[in-house]
Nanobody
Framework: QAQLVESGGGSVQAGGSLRLSCRPS????????MGWFRQTPGKAPEGAAS????????WFADSVKDRFTISYDSANNTMYLQMNDLKSEDTAVYFC??????????????????RGQGTQVTVSS
C-alpha cells in the first residue's frame, strides 16, 4: 500500500529546531511535488513549504521564510523540512503531501492528492 512515512515531530522551546522527514513508500509513479502543510484545530490547512523533486524549485509560505528549509534526497527518496527559530505559532500538526503531475503547483501543497498521517509539532514559549 502506498504511503508517505513521516517522522521527526515533537516538542521544542521557542527558538529551537526540528527536522521532519517524509519518505514515500509503495508508489509506482514519480512524486514530482512534495511538501508540507500544517493545520491547527478550527483553522484551514496552511501550506508551509514544497519542492519540485525534478526541477529543484522551492516555495515557502511568508510565515516560514528565512526559518524553514526544504530539501529532497533523491538517493534515499526522502524529503526533509528543517525548521529553525521555531515560534509558538508554528505549533500544528504537520502533514507531508505529494503530487504526481510534473506541472504540479508548489503553492497548492495543501491540496495535493497524497498525504501522510501527520506529525505533531509543539513549540512552547
Amino acid at each position: 500500500q502506498a504511503q508517505l512515512v513521516e517522522s521527526g515531530g515533537g516538542s521544542v522551546q521557542a527558538g529551537g529546531s526540528l527536522r521532519l522527514s517524509c519518505r514515500p513508500s509503495g508508489y509506482t509513479e514519480r512524486l514530482y511535488c512534495m511538501g508540507w502543510f500544517r493545520q491547527t484545530p478550527g483553522k484551514a490547512p496552511e501550506g508551509a513549504a514544497s519542492i519540485h523533486t525534478r526541477l529543484g524549485h522551492r516555495w515557502f509560505a511568508d510565515s516560514v521564510k528565512d526559518r524553514f528549509t526544504i530539501s529532497y534526497d533523491s538517493a534515499n527518496n526522502t524529503m526533509y523540512l528543517q525548521m529553525n527559530d521555531l515560534k509558538s505559532e508554528d505549533t500544528a500538526v504537520y502533514f507531508c503531501a505529494a503530487e504526481t503531475g510534473f506541472a504540479c503547483r508548489l503553492t497548492r501543497v495543501h491540496e495535493y492528492g497524497y498525504r501522510g498521517q501527520g506529525t505533531q509539532v509543539t513549540v512552547s514559549s
